[in-house]
């Protein structure tokens, strides 16, 4: 809600009763966003709904033309290939769409690179299977001389391998994390990232890679649910339950 002020310039009130200059993106006090139209960009800056490219670094805002989004997460993120600066992510999958330096494209190379991809996998794969068949023939050959022996080498080699580690579950945004975490996914299957909060020691999970810009969430707020309210849309309510299993 817009009002006047005391000294005569327009103030917008947030969700919670908070006073803020008119022009400003979020709240001052408690980070609620003030203009629900404004757009993220994947560095994290505010922009008006009307834009196409972010006001301040140029990335992309709205989906490629012609592309209909798959979900309500498909955004522009930084390309996972490392080819250009940005690719789409529809929601469901990777998309060949790419962005560089405010440019639009297509990534022509992706299929050929994929086509590749899948023959070295087939052939690794070809490989083992022969390997395990190589260890599974002479097993059987040892087995039908050396009992004994073949029973020790067995259990040798069954101590020998180690159980595999979990598979780690789905990475909360704004949720704590260790520096040596890597890379991770979210619950809708978006890629996310363990960065540093700006100007603490603090790691969270971010759907944008670099140091995660400190939201101005009031003396004694949370910066975690400032960082949720910023990157998922969600209101401060709604970034205290969604954050509340992962604390």
Excluded: K
Aim: proline letters at 9%; a negative charge.
């Amino acid at each position: 809600m817009v009002e006047q002020g005391r000294s005569g310039r327009a103030t917008v009130t947030c969700a919670n009763g908070h006073g803020n200059p008119d022009g400003q993106y979020f709240c001052g006090e408690c980070g609620d966003r003030l203009e629900t139209a404004a757009v993220i960009c994947l560095a994290g800056h505010a922009n008006p709904g009307t834009r196409r490219f972010c006001g301040d670094c140029g990335a992309p805002l709205v989906a490629p033309p012609g592309v209909e989004p798959a979900t309500s997460t498909a955004r522009w993120s930084v390309d996972p290939t490392g080819r250009h600066q940005c690719r789409y992510w529809d929601g469901v999958r990777w998309t060949r769409h790419v962005a560089d330096g405010g440019t639009l494209g297509v990534d022509r190379g992706s299929r050929r690179t994929e086509s590749w991809v899948a023959l070295v996998a087939g052939l690794i794969t070809v490989a083992l299977l022969a390997g395990a068949g190589a260890d599974i023939w002479v097993q059987l050959s040892r087995d039908a001389t050396t009992p004994s022996t073949a029973t020790t080498s067995s259990a040798a080699t069954t101590s020998s391998v180690a159980p595999a580690p979990p598979a780690p579950g789905p990475a909360a945004v704004a949720s704590p994390c260790r520096p040596d975490s890597g890379g991770g996914v979210a619950a809708d299957g978006s890629p996310t990232y363990c960065e540093r909060l700006a100007g603490t020691d603090t790691y969270l999970w971010s759907l944008s890679p670099g140091d995660i810009p400190m939201p101005d969430v009031g003396q004694g707020g949370d910066p975690a649910v400032g960082v949720c309210m910023a990157q998922t849309g969600r209101t401060e309510a709604g970034c205290v339950e969604y954050l509340q299993p992962a604390q």
